[in-house]
């Protein structure tokens, strides 16, 4: 394997994406929505409660639907304290699994069809690697850029909400279990879902837009997921996410090996 090159490919990609306003504001607009905006607002929900029309009603209704053990964590908690807790802890969750899926899904979309746009595709078809090292160079080229910004996007989001919490909790709430075990094992099987797909996309449409548009479809699932928690289908734990990544990753690995399988830089090359 030609390490070498592939590196020389990642870091090249980094650095045109770096240099992308079209790729660098989602990337940057989104995680700071949901990293600090999304935390400093749930620390006015309690204030909210004698507001007109309002009430611990909808709140109630969530918490005791859930499974006994996750009751049982938020119980000792005050009513106001509940309702941080449940927001920033649970319900917000599946949310935060859209960040690595728009950060590769982004970076990926610019892969191929990118390299199109900006005319440097036939150099980099010509580069001294296999077919299947240059969509690997290609993974690794969005899925890393997601790793870190979910890794630094998980300390802001915990910083911001014991922060602003704090003056409701009196005490450091946040991460539980089930968040760190849905940072480090689910957030890059989902990252893997997203450029899995994307790369594969990308290297048949002309487009950093087209490619874009035809992956959308890929937040779906992410969707569904926030859907069903806040419909009180199932609850994010720590089992489950456990269930959830395992399943991603073996999702990622067919579409890894299947993206390797019909890449082929031939059929690129003759359609300049």
């Given amino acids: 394997m030609n390490l070498r090159a592939m590196k020389a490919i990642v870091r090249k990609d980094i650095r045109i994406v770096r240099r992308s306003k079209g790729v660098m504001i989602p990337l940057i ?6 990293f600090i905006l999304i935390p400093l ?15 611990l009603t909808e709140f109630d209704t969530f918490l005791q639907r859930m499974p006994g053990d996750l009751q049982s964590t ?15 802890v649970y319900f917000f969750a599946p949310m935060f699994l859209i960040v690595p899926l728009m950060v590769s899904s982004v970076i990926a979309a610019d892969s191929f069809a990118g390299e199109k746009e900006r005319k440097t595709i036939e150099a980099l078809l ?5 077919d299947g090292e240059l969509f690997l160079s290609k993974v690794f080229s969005a899925w890393l850029p997601a790793l870190i910004v979910s890794l630094a996007g998980f300390v802001i ?8 919490g704090w003056r409701t909790m009196g005490e450091l709430f946040f991460p539980n279990w089930m968040w760190v075990v849905m940072v480090l094992w ?6 893997g879902l997203g450029l899995g797909t994307m790369v594969l996309v ?14 959308g479809v890929i937040v779906l699932p992410i969707v569904a997921l926030v859907i069903g928690q806040a419909s009180g289908v199932m609850y994010f734990s720590t089992r489950l996410v456990l269930l959830l990544g395992a399943v991603l990753w073996v999702v990622d690995g067919v579409l890894l090996w299947f993206g390797i399988k019909v890449f082929e830089r031939e059929r690129m090359i003759t359609g300049l």
């Fill in 29 to 34: 607009v989104v995680p700071l929505i949901f």
């Fill in 41 to 55: 607002l749930v620390s006015l929900a309690p204030s909210l409660i004698n507001m007109p029309g309002l009430s």
């Fill in 74 to 88: 938020i119980e000792p908690y005050a009513e106001d304290q509940k309702i941080i807790v449940m927001m920033v």
């Fill in 126 to 130: 010509y580069t001294p690697t296999t």
């Fill in 157 to 164: 989001y915990g910083v911001t909400a014991n922060a602003a």
């Fill in 186 to 191: 689910v957030a890059p099987a989902v990252a």
């Fill in 202 to 215: 990308s290297s048949r449409v002309e487009s950093f837009q087209e490619a874009n548009q035809l992956g």
